[in-house]
């Protein structure tokens, strides 16, 4: 397991496994949207210009709308 999923503290190698595992373990919870491709969503985290709680905050608040 990581110490930090922070983007200050991974290399950008590491933020594409984190994304990877990640999603292999959670690949039920998109299953049934079509077009949506989570790798793309978390590109900013994976480029180090957004962190996941940031992109997740953005999903979510776009979802309630």
């Known amino acids: 397991m990581y110490k930090s999923i922070k983007i200050a503290d991974t290399t ?3 933020r594409i496994e984190i ?3 990640s999603l292999a ?3 039920d919870s998109c299953e049934g949207s079509v077009g949506f491709d989570a ?3 978390y590109q900013p ?3 180090g210009e ?3 709680a940031q992109i997740n905050m ?3 608040s776009g979802m309630v709308k």
């Open 12 to 14: 950008r190698e590491e």
């Open 19 to 21: 994304i990877k595992t």
């Open 25 to 27: 373990y959670n690949e």
């Open 39 to 41: 790798m793309t969503m």
């Open 45 to 47: 985290y994976i480029d």
């Open 50 to 52: 957004k962190e996941i």
């Open 58 to 60: 953005e999903f979510r």
